[in-house]
């Protein structure tokens, strides 16, 4: 039996808005990938798990984990997980996938190609961006150099007369403008280091998970 902490619940609520289905891994690692690939996230978590579990509609299967205050996973049984309370009193059972008919991540670590641009985001810095964009509906979150000033920006990169908001996150001596769509950003709340290489992507460090979001090309 392997008891589901509240923190591997949030991870996998997370991890749903990149993709709906999910391949657990034997061991203490969560990954997940966007359909498109244009998202990827890596977190590890305190369970470790004994085999593997391929869920095809996650947000049914934390559904079903809400039912349980403390969820129990007993992974004896091949075709299903096997989910109970701490008293054994209440159980489910949730059918496993096909792992074929799931999009996964790549087993290998991924290496960012360069990196060009390195600064530290914010929880509260993070948190405003995503409501500004919100309030003015914009799509776009651009990452701005210029005149030794480094700045988040959200706007509509397209209309010139876009509503904007921006918030300066750092120092440099550089030129350039790096944009990824705020609908990609999909992190969970938090601190993180972020590195930016020119190939387009961006790397999202935070506190045991990481994020790869790919940037928009420049036109």
Same mark, same amino acid.
């Given at each position: 039996?392997?008891?589901?902490?509240?923190?591997?619940?949030?991870?996998?609520?997370?991890? !749903?808005?990149?993709?709906? !289905?999910?391949?657990?891994? +034997?061991?203490?690692?969560?990954?997940?990938?966007?359909?498109?690939?244009?998202?990827?996230?890596?977190?590890?978590?305190?369970?470790?798990?004994?085999?593997?579990?391929?869920?095809?509609?996650?947000?049914?299967?934390?559904?079903?984990?809400? %039912?349980?205050?403390? +969820?129990?996973?007993?992974?004896?049984?091949? *075709?299903?997980?096997? $989910?109970?309370?701490?008293?054994?009193?209440?159980?489910?059972?949730?059918?496993?996938?096909? +792992?074929? /008919?799931? $999009?996964? +991540?790549?087993?290998?670590?991924?290496?960012?190609?360069?990196? #060009? /641009? *390195?600064?530290?985001?914010?929880?509260?810095?993070?948190? !405003? %961006?995503?409501?500004?964009?919100?309030?003015?509906? /914009?799509?776009? %979150?651009?990452?701005?150099?210029?005149?030794? $000033?480094?700045? %988040?920006? /959200?706007?509509?990169?397209?209309?010139?007369?876009?509503?904007?908001? !921006?918030?300066? $996150?750092?120092?440099? #001596?550089?030129?350039?403008?790096?944009?990824?769509?705020?609908?990609?950003?999909?992190?969970?709340?938090?601190?993180?280091?972020?590195t930016v290489s020119r190939h387009n992507v961006a790397f999202?460090?935070?506190?045991?998970?990481?994020?790869?979001?790919?940037?928009?090309?420049?036109?």
């Amino acid at each position: 039996m392997t008891v589901i902490s509240r923190e591997t619940i949030d991870i996998l609520k997370n991890f !749903s808005s990149i993709n709906k !289905s999910i391949v657990i891994k +034997p061991g203490q690692m969560l990954s997940t990938i966007s359909i498109n690939k244009n998202i990827m996230s890596v977190a590890q978590v305190q369970e470790s798990f004994d085999s593997q579990i391929s869920i095809y509609d996650l947000s049914s299967f934390l559904g079903c984990l809400s %039912l349980f205050d403390q +969820p129990q996973f007993d992974t004896s049984n091949s *075709q299903f997980l096997a $989910v109970s309370d701490s008293s054994g009193r209440s159980k489910t059972k949730f059918f496993y996938a096909d +792992p074929d /008919v799931i $999009v996964q +991540p790549p087993q290998k670590e991924v290496k960012m190609p360069s990196e #060009d /641009v *390195q600064f530290r985001l914010d929880a509260g810095t993070l948190q !405003s %961006l995503q409501r500004a964009a919100a309030v003015y509906q /914009v799509p776009d %979150l651009c990452l701005y150099g210029d005149g030794g $000033v480094l700045k %988040l920006c /959200v706007t509509d990169k397209k209309n010139e007369t876009s509503n904007t908001f !921006s918030m300066e $996150v750092g120092e440099t #001596d550089d030129q350039f403008c790096y944009c990824l769509k705020i609908e990609n950003l999909r992190l969970l709340a938090g601190d993180y280091n972020v590195t930016v290489s020119r190939h387009n992507v961006a790397f999202f460090e935070g506190n045991n998970v990481k994020y790869w979001i790919a940037l928009e090309p420049n036109t």
